[in-house]
């Protein structure tokens, strides 16, 4: 029976879910403990009837070629080619996003969905009549890293104005330690760091529906999870950002999938 190996992999979690044998063996593991390469090769070493890896990569993917991972460490960035030139085996990898929202279109049966996930960064995804909004290189869609204010911290990708830098769970904890302000876990408790977190993701969510223009926005990722007071406060403050006549025809709900992005992983095969 062919196995399957399918990976999430974000700047804090490595999860992994192989199909062998008619169930399902899960890891959970420090992202930044272990190269995605070398965990690939560990898992093929101990279960060699591996035929297909499905990888949701947190990070600008491109035909097969991880273009950047600020926050993952990968010591081969041509990672189709090399595993599948040294492995009997198919390799599919999409930017964690664009997984999601194949997840989350199948979930709510919409052609026209926007995807916002708050996690360790701010990630966005597009599907405009059916199809995934892409770009010509794989790289549409990055709403963590539009300019919106100077901050007193670098971003993965070298600025120091993307909005993923005031609107996600590494930024709270960035603002949290730069004020000397001891915090628990990614909630929003401090009224200083919710102030600015909640300005900068009503801007992101904002500029998301008005270039989009889709039937569905849904929030997703461990930020929105921990806070969901957070899709009230959007669908009441959101009335004084977008015009009138796109935001009637969007509706704003929170993700019902557990792990959206490890769902979207296996719709790659």
Known sequence: MQSKLF??????NLRSELEIDNKIIKD?????????????????????????????????????????SPNIKV??????SFFENHYNLKLEIDNDLNCAIRAESNYFNSKFITAIYVGT?????????????????????????????????RCG?????????????????????????????INLETKEIKIIFQEALLRAVSTAITLSNSQILVLGGGVIEKNPYLIDWI??????????????????????????????SRLLD
């Open 121 to 153: 960064g701010l990630g966005c995804a597009i599907i405009d009549n059916g199809k995934i909004v892409t770009g010509i290189s794989n790289q549409s869609s990055e709403l963590g890293h539009i300019p919106y204010k100077e901050s007193p911290f």
């Open 7 to 12: 990976i999430d992999i974000g700047g804090t």
């Open 75 to 80: 010591s081969n960035y041509n990672i189709k």
């Open 157 to 185: 990708c070298g600025k120091s104005n993307c909005i993923e830098l005031f609107a996600s769970g590494l930024a709270i904890e960035k603002w949290l330690n730069y004020k000397n302000i001891s915090y628990k876990n």
């Open 235 to 264: 669908k009441k403050e959101i009335k004084n950002q977008v015009m009138p006549n796109i935001l009637k025809d969007i509706k704003i709900v929170s993700s019902k999938l557990q792990n959206g992005a490890m769902d979207g």
């Open 28 to 68: 959970n593991i420090s992202s930044q403990d272990v190269d995605l390469i070398e965990f690939i090769e560990s898992k093929l070493k101990n279960y060699p009837k591996i035929l297909f890896v499905g990888i949701s990569f947190a990070g600008q993917v491109n035909n097969g070629k991880i273009i950047s």
